[in-house]
């Protein structure tokens, strides 16, 4: 067998892997979209008919005609996760660029501190974190949904080797005509980040849109619940109704396809950046 024959077999077994993996993939996904349009009974007989024999949109009509606060946690869910990304992708941004590019007292300190806190699991933080907000009278409220996420060390490490790997010669150009530090990154860095920003963007907005811990520790009114935590009001101790907790997964799904597959293309571009030296 020739190298050429060889490569075109390897190619052609790794595609038939990779299609029966996307498969198994998707097929979850296929059910949870086929069981948001059949009625309950159907969904509990335990018939694996991926096509509904009761089509109805009845599931559909009761999350946002007959849930008086589905709206309300679709609300706080939209504004909890779009301000942790916007807050994320500033604060992220800037302690990325200052520890690439400044000079300044406990500059390695600082670092090593970031590179320590990724090696701590997010749930050790929660119990002092709930006790942070109780005692500053932050629990059941936005700030309190909010503050704990606006930065995150993965991502100011992420930005601090995108600025590592940004040509020099840009912010040198951008100092002989007069822009200070500040100037440099808001006019000249930021808006050739976009790879790394988009990237950024959607892993922080996926996590706060999913994320069920943090808001389950510290929000109590169901007015405040997002998206997870009202989903997981439809289970009850003798029902769960997944008719209608298909129903809204499938809402609560949509905006994160639709902010991957805008920002996907970024993606190489921004391995391509931060994967560089350090």
Same mark, same amino acid.
């Given at each position: 067998m020739t190298p050429i024959s060889r490569f075109s077999w390897l190619k052609l077994l790794l595609y038939a892997l990779l299609t029966v993996y996307a498969i198994i993939t998707i097929i979850p996904f296929v059910w949870a979209l086929s069981a948001s349009f059949?009625?309950?009974?159907?969904?509990?007989?335990g018939e694996p008919n991926l096509i509904p024999r009761n089509f109805t949109f009845d599931n559909y009509k009761q999350i946002f005609l007959q849930e008086p606060l589905f709206w309300r946690w679709l609300f706080n869910s939209v504004f909890i996760a779009f301000s942790v990304t916007i807050l994320n992708l500033l604060l992220n941004s800037m302690a990325g660029y200052a520890l690439a590019r400044l000079s300044f007292a406990g500059k390695r300190f600082w670092f090593l501190l970031i590179l320590a806190v990724l090696a701590v699991p997010a749930q050790i933080t929660l119990i002092p974190t709930f006790l942070i907000l109780k005692a500053i009278g932050w629990l059941n409220t936005y700030q309190g949904a909010i503050v704990p996420s606006m930065v995150n060390a993965t991502f100011i490490f992420m930005m601090r080797q995108f600025f590592v790997n940004f040509p020099k010669e840009l912010e040198e150009a951008a100092q002989l005509d007069g822009l200070n530090s500040l100037g440099i990154f808001r006019h000249i860095v930021l808006p050739l980040a976009k790879p790394a920003l988009a990237a950024q963007a959607v892993f922080v907005f996926m996590g706060s849109w999913n994320n069920f811990l943090l808001p389950v520790v510290i929000l109590f009114d169901?007015?405040? *619940? @997002? #998206? $997870?935590?009202?989903?997981?009001?439809?289970?009850?101790?003798?029902?769960?109704?997944?008719?209608?907790?298909?129903?809204?997964?499938?809402? *609560? @799904? #949509? $905006?994160?396809?639709?902010?991957?597959?805008?920002?996907?293309?970024?993606?190489?571009?921004?391995?391509?950046?931060?994967?560089?030296?350090?």
């Open positions: 059949k009625p309950l009974s159907e969904i509990v007989s169901p007015e405040m *619940f @997002t #998206l $997870p935590l009202g989903l997981n009001s439809f289970k009850g101790q003798y029902i769960s109704y997944w008719n209608y907790i298909m129903a809204a997964s499938m809402v *609560f @799904t #949509l $905006p994160a396809l639709a902010i991957y597959a805008f920002f996907n293309r970024y993606f190489i571009q921004s391995v391509t950046f931060t994967g560089g030296k350090g």
